[in-house]
């Protein structure tokens, strides 16, 4: 893999160390995406509102800004060879601005602007003749367009916001028609504000497919990843899926066509459901490196982290092999806010497969992501031997009170 790999006129040459990389969002996924650039001897600087950001650990410096802060993403980006970000929620004319002083911010606008919006991923996902589940536009407070689309679409329903929903945020089950009165208060959103209304899927299981494309256009995908969430959050990843082949080539053929159309060079992140019958439809996209995907800091050849780096300072993609099956669990925080201390970590990695993630956040809320384990399969094992391990491991820890 790789051999081929040529430096053309056409593409601007690629960026190389100890030039700086800047990060829009210092939270565990900024932190990780540092270790990989760091280890590659590139400079970080993040864009963050907390000044202790998981980030700010492996930064050179943090510029304390909101997502939205135009004065400090600009002061953030001025020594920067090239800019990513970590999380969808950054303003797009931030980084238009960017962009505009000669700065290339990759993934890009685009990106941010069609992933940023559920209709508009929606439409864009449609147009590429990629299939979704059955789903219609409403606004909030209005009944009727409700009714209409509830008449359409079926029950059970999930009623998701448009605009501002993650880890399950902004997002309501509808189980059966009866239930739509309360749906608007339950979302939480203002009258007026955009909404999706969708048909909630029977899977047989839910995949995401983390795909890299270079400068080039070269579009290198990892193996699927099986994951199991609890209300919106993810909860464990299986790697590999256990999927047929094709299952595999599909997913990956979806994650190509979309990051082609998006234009997008770095990670591009599919998360899918695998029907009963094969097939597989697009529930949501994220421009960037995923929950999901962590285990291949483990059990890859090359971690999406690393590989979201050199996919945006234009370097050659690094192989995409699973190396071992395994599995990854998140650890979660749980209980009343107050100073993150882990409890119980010499037992769990008492297990000598098992590695332990933990992202520096200083205090523990309740089902915030904390930090993660991953498990690696024993000789001859499968995924989900791994993943018995990764929840052994996992029971063994608990947040000091
Ligand atoms: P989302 O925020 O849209 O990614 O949704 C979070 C999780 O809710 C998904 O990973 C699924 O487990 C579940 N979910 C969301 N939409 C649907 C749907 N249309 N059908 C079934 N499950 C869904």
């Known amino acids: 893999m790789g051999h081929d790999w040529v430096m053309r006129d056409d593409i601007p040459g690629p960026i190389l160390p100890p030039?700086?990389?800047?990060?829009?969002?210092?939270?565990?996924?900024?932190?990780?995406?540092?270790?990989?650039?760091?280890?590659?001897?590139?400079?970080?600087?993040v864009l963050d509102p907390e000044p202790l950001c998981p980030a700010s650990a492996v930064a050179d410096h943090v510029e304390v800004g909101a997502y939205d802060d135009l004065e400090a993403a600009l002061r953030m980006a001025r020594d920067c060879a090239v800019v990513t970000y970590e999380l969808e929620h950054v303003a797009p004319g931030?980084?238009?601005?960017?962009?505009?002083?000669?700065?290339?911010?990759?993934?890009?606008?685009?990106?941010?602007?069609?992933?940023?919006?559920?209709?508009?991923?929606?439409?864009?996902?449609?147009?590429?003749?990629?299939?979704?589940?059955?789903?219609?536009?409403?606004?909030?407070?209005?009944?009727?367009?409700?009714?209409?689309?509830?008449?359409?679409?079926?029950?059970?329903?999930?009623?998701?916001?448009?605009?501002?929903?993650?880890?399950?945020?902004?997002?309501?089950?509808?189980?059966?028609?009866?239930?739509?009165?309360?749906?608007?208060?339950?979302?939480g959103r203002a009258s007026g504000q955009p909404a999706i209304l969708e048909r909630e899927v029977a899977f047989r299981a839910e995949l995401s497919v983390i795909g890299a494309r270079?400068?080039?256009?070269?579009?290198?995908?990892?193996?699927?990843?099986?994951?199991?969430?609890?209300r919106g959050i993810l909860m464990s990843t299986e790697?590999?899926?256990?999927?047929?082949?094709?299952?595999?080539?599909?997913?990956?053929?979806?994650?190509?066509?979309?990051?082609e159309a998006i234009g997008l060079v770095g990670v591009l992140t599919v998360e899918l459901f695998l029907l009963p019958d094969g097939s597989l439809v697009v529930n949501e996209l994220a421009p960037r490196v995923h929950n999901s995907g962590h285990v291949t800091l483990d059990a890859a050849a090359t971690s999406q982290f690393e590989q979201h780096i050199r996919a945006i300072c234009g370097l050659p993609m690094g192989a995409t092999d699973l190396l071992t099956p395994a599995a990854m669990v998140n650890v979660l925080g749980d209980g009343v806010r107050r100073p993150a201390q882990l409890g119980g970590i010499a037992d769990a990695l008492a297990d000598a497969g098992v590695h332990l993630h933990v992202y520096g956040k200083r205090d523990v809320v309740e089902r915030r992501k904390m930090g993660h384990l991953t498990a690696i399969a024993p000789p001859d094992g499968s995924s989900e031997d791994a993943l018995d391990r990764a929840h052994a491991a996992l029971e063994r820890l608990s947040w000091m009170t």
């Open 19 to 45: 030039a700086s990389i800047g990060i829009l969002g210092g939270g565990q996924l900024g932190r990780m995406l540092g270790y990989a650039a760091r280890a590659m001897g590139y400079g970080i600087r």
């Open 94 to 187: 931030l980084v238009d601005a960017i962009d505009a002083l000669g700065i290339p911010v990759r993934p890009g606008a685009r990106a941010l602007r069609v992933t940023q919006d559920r209709l508009a991923e929606r439409a864009f996902v449609v147009a590429q003749g990629v299939a979704v589940a059955p789903w219609r536009e409403v606004m909030v407070g209005d009944d009727e367009a409700l009714d209409a689309a509830l008449d359409i679409v079926g029950a059970p329903a999930r009623l998701k916001a448009a605009f501002g929903g993650y880890d399950g945020r902004s997002q309501v089950r509808i189980a059966t028609t009866r239930d739509r009165r309360m749906a608007w208060m339950d979302l």
């Open 214 to 230: 270079g400068l080039d256009g070269r579009y290198a995908a990892y193996p699927v990843f099986r994951n199991v969430h609890d």
């Open 239 to 259: 790697w590999p899926a256990g999927v047929p082949q094709a299952v595999d080539d599909a997913a990956a053929s979806i994650g190509r066509a979309l990051a």
